[in-house]
C-alpha cells in the first residue's frame, strides 16, 4: 500500500483542477470581445466569406461548443476520480485507464436521490440530518454540505445527459453545424447579427446524428427534439432513408455561458474536495484519534474539514 500511495501522490502532485475553470473563463471572455480578438488573425483565416460573418457565426458557434466540451469533461474529470475511490490499491491502475463509455454509464446511473449513496461514493460520513447532535453549529455545517453535494451532483448528472451527444459529436468527427442551418424567417444579414449580437453569452447548438429514434434513445436515454433539413430529393426516399438508418437530422440545444461556468465551477469544487479526502486517506496513521473528512462549501468555493472520531 506503501508504495501505491506514493503513486497517488505524484498523481495528485501533477493535477491542476482549475484547468478548465480557466478554459471556459477565457471562453467567456473572447465571446465578449470577439471582434477585438480576432482583428490581426482575420487575414489568416478569411476565406470568401464576410469576415465578421466568420467571426459572429462559425467560430463564435465553435467555442460554444468547446465551452460544452470543457465543462462535459470536468465532469467526467470529477466522475472518473470518484470512481477510483473504493481500492486505493489500484487507484493509479483505474484512473489512468480511462473507459468513456464505463463513466458515462456511472454518471448516469448515479443514485443523486439517495444521500446515504452520495455521501459512500464521496468518501463522507452519512448521518441522519433529523437527528441533530451535541455540537449543533457543526451539524448544520455538515447538513448544509451535504445537502449541497447531492445538488450540485444533480445538477452535473442533468447538464451531462443533457448536452453529451452535443459534446460526443463535436469531440469525434466535428457532426456539428458550425454554419448552421438558414432560418427562411431571418430576413436579411443584419436581422440576423442583430440576434446574435443580442446576447453574446447565449447561443443554440445545432449537431447532426443519423440513425433511427429507437437508435438514438438507447444511447441517450430520451428521445430529441428534432429537426430535418427536407430537400424536395428526400421527399420520396424519407421512410426508406428512416428505415436504413441513414436519415440525417440535427438537434437544437440552447447554451449559456452563466451555466457552463457554473457548471465547471462546480465540478472542481467537488473534484478538490474528492482529492482532499484521497489524500487525508493516504496520510492517516494508526494512532490517529480523528479521521478528516472535506466538504464543500459553495458560497465560498472551498472546502473545509471537519474531524470524526475513528472506530476503536
Known amino acids: 500500500m506503501a508504495a501505491s500511495i506514493d503513486q497517488i501522490y505524484t498523481y495528485a502532485n501533477c493535477q491542476y483542477t482549475k484547468w478548465r475553470v480557466a478554459v471556459v473563463r477565457s471562453i467567456q471572455k473572447i465571446l465578449l470581445n470577439l471582434d477585438d480578438f480576432y482583428a490581426d488573425i482575420l487575414p489568416e483565416i478569411e476565406q470568401e466569406n464576410d469576415p465578421y460573418d466568420i ?9 460554444f461548443y468547446e465551452a ?3 465543462a462535459e469533461q470536468a465532469i467526467e474529470d470529477l466522475f472518473s476520480t470518484i470512481m477510483n475511490l473504493e481500492n486505493l490499491a489500484f487507484f493509479a491502475k ?3 485507464r480511462y473507459s468513456p463509455t464505463a463513466v458515462k454509464n456511472y454518471i448516469w446511473d448515479f443514485k443523486v436521490d439517495d444521500l446515504e449513496y452520495v455521501c459512500s461514493q464521496f468518501g463522507m460520513p452519512y448521518f441522519p440530518l433529523t437527528e441533530p447532535w451535541e455540537h449543533e453549529d457543526v451539524f448544520e455545517a455538515y447538513k448544509q454540505s451535504v ?11 442533468a ?11 463535436y469531440k469525434h468527427g466535428l457532426s456539428v453545424a458550425l454554419i448552421p442551418m438558414q432560418n427562411p424567417l431571418m430576413k436579411n444579414d443584419a436581422e440576423r447579427r442583430e440576434m446574435m449580437m443580442k446576447n453574446p453569452l447565449e447561443n ?3 449537431t447532426f446524428h443519423q440513425g433511427t429514434l429507437d437508435q438514438y434513445q438507447k444511447i441517450n436515454r ?15 426516399h424519407i421512410h426508406e432513408l428512416y428505415d436504413e438508418g441513414n436519415l440525417l437530422f440535427f438537434t437544437t440545444h440552447v447554451v449559456r455561458m452563466e451555466e457552463v461556468v457554473s457548471v465547471v465551477e462546480h465540478a472542481g469544487l467537488l473534484l478538490d474536495t474528492v482529492w ?37
Not at 159 to 169: I, K
Not at 228 to 234: A, E, Q, S, V, Y
Open 204 to 206: 443554440g447548438l445545432e
Open 276 to 312: 482532499q479526502n484521497i489524500l487525508w486517506r493516504c496520510e492517516e496513521k494508526d494512532e490517529d484519534k480523528c479521521h478528516k473528512v472535506a466538504f464543500p462549501a459553495i458560497d465560498s468555493g472551498k472546502i473545509y474539514e471537519i474531524g470524526f472520531p475513528r472506530d476503536e
Open 147 to 157: 445537502v449541497d453535494t447531492q445538488k450540485l451532483v444533480r445538477e452535473l448528472k
Open 68 to 70: 460544452v466540451s470543457q
Open 55 to 63: 467571426v459572429h457565426c462559425q467560430i463564435r458557434n465553435g467555442w
Open 222 to 236: 430520451t428521445l430529441p427534439a428534432m429537426g430535418i433539413l427536407l430537400k424536395p430529393t428526400m421527399q420520396k
Open 94 to 96: 483505474k484512473v489512468v
Open 159 to 169: 447538464f451531462h445527459q443533457r448536452y453529451y451527444q452535443d459534446y460526443n459529436q
